[in-house]
């Protein structure tokens, strides 16, 4: 019956909740990821996208209950990027073959109006054609108008957990319909949407990622980064289980099916948790990579989760180590 459903979504059908869950539910996944493969393939190809993230500054006013980032973590040294380091960054990425910029912080008021406008702005000038994507949190629609007047083109910011009791206890006491407006509010300015969500949040039930799949469907994501939840120590979920890597692939695979064309991350945290993970991810359904680019001095302190950041690379060099790892599965890296 599952695989009913896996046939009818690969030829558009819009499924219910309950038969999400059964397909979320399925012993054996291996239809599920080849259907998430071949529709990957007739939709968007074998070009894996990769995007560098800059992690520009780590303070947040957030006390989100899974995040390491959480403004109550006072364990965590805080740093912020000036303008003019984080578009140097930006540059020096360009150079080393990025086509695309992430620019990613907390939710850090610090960052202006004005100073963010002046850091795409900046990028606009000195690296050439490259994408901009911001990832600051949720900012009013006038500030997200200016920024996309200076030149950004797409942004991220996920859903997190669509059941909306849940996201407030997760959030500490903030309120889901805010964050949805706010995904509304970059559609309606023409950003191409990042949204999202995390598997194993602590108390979580199939049919909430059942009902997150659907969520990104609802509001038209151009994106959706779906990861699996990791314990940070110094957080109030510390002491929880991480989510199944399976069962995040298995909700990849279905994002690829409900959105065809959309691009879908192998997520940094489903790398984090399963080593194979990546490899699967790319064979069911998933065309885009991130990597950071942000300077070695702050990188260790970004830690959202905790993370192997490896040794200290240059930029071009760990850029052509993804790329023939990217050949190595068989795709072709942008
Ligand atoms: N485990 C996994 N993902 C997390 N994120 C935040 N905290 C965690 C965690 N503990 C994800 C959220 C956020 C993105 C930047 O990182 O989905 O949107």
């Not at 140097?88 to 912080?105: C, I, P």
């Not at 083109?153 to 859903?159: E, N, T, V």
């Not at 957080?235 to 989510?243: M, N």
């Not at 298995?250 to 080593?275: E, F, I, Q, W, Y």
């Amino acid at each position: 019956e599952a695989k009913i459903t896996i046939d009818r979504m690969a030829r558009g059908y819009l499924p219910m909740t309950e038969e999400l869950e059964q397909v979320l539910a399925m012993k054996d996944d291996t239809y599920l990821l080849h259907t998430a493969d071949e529709v990957r393939q007739k939709a968007v190809g074998d070009t894996v996208h990769i995007r560098g993230i800059l992690e520009f500054s780590n303070h947040c006013r957030c006390g989100c209950f899974y995040c390491g980032l959480r403004a109550q973590n006072d364990k965590l040294p805080r740093y912020r990027m000036e303008p003019g380091e984080i578009i140097e960054t930006a540059k020096a990425a360009s150079e080393a073959g990025y086509r695309t910029v992430v620019l990613q912080s907390g939710e850090d008021m610090w960052y202006t109006k004005e100073k963010l406008c002046s850091v795409i702005e900046g990028i606009r000038r000195e690296c050439g054609g490259m994408a901009i994507t911001l990832s600051v949190g949720e900012r009013p629609f006038e500030e997200l108008r200016a920024f996309r007047e200076a030149g950004a083109d797409r942004y991220l910011i996920k859903h997190e957990c669509s059941d909306a009791r849940m996201y407030g206890r997760i959030c500490d006491g903030k309120a889901l319909v805010n964050r949805i407006g706010c995904q509304r509010n970059l559609k309606k300015l023409g950003y191409e949407l990042g949204g999202g969500f995390m598997v194993g949040l602590p108390g979580q039930r199939a049919r909430v990622v059942a009902n997150d799949l659907l969520m990104l469907r609802r509001l038209g994501c151009d994106m959706a980064g779906i990861g699996p939840f990791i314990p940070h120590p110094d957080t109030p979920f510390g002491g929880y289980q991480p989510g199944s890597a399976r069962l995040t692939l298995r909700a990849v695979a279905l994002a690829r099916l409900l959105l065809p064309k959309s691009n879908l991350p192998a997520t940094t945290s489903l790398g984090v948790l399963d080593k194979n993970g990546r490899d699967a991810v790319f064979s069911g359904g998933a065309n885009v990579i991130m990597r950071k680019v942000t300077p070695w001095a702050y990188r260790r302190q970004y830690e959202i989760y905790p993370t192997d950041f490896g040794e200290e690379t240059d930029l071009a060099t760990a850029r052509r180590e993804l790329e023939e790892y990217i050949r190595s599965i068989g795709k072709v890296p942008l």
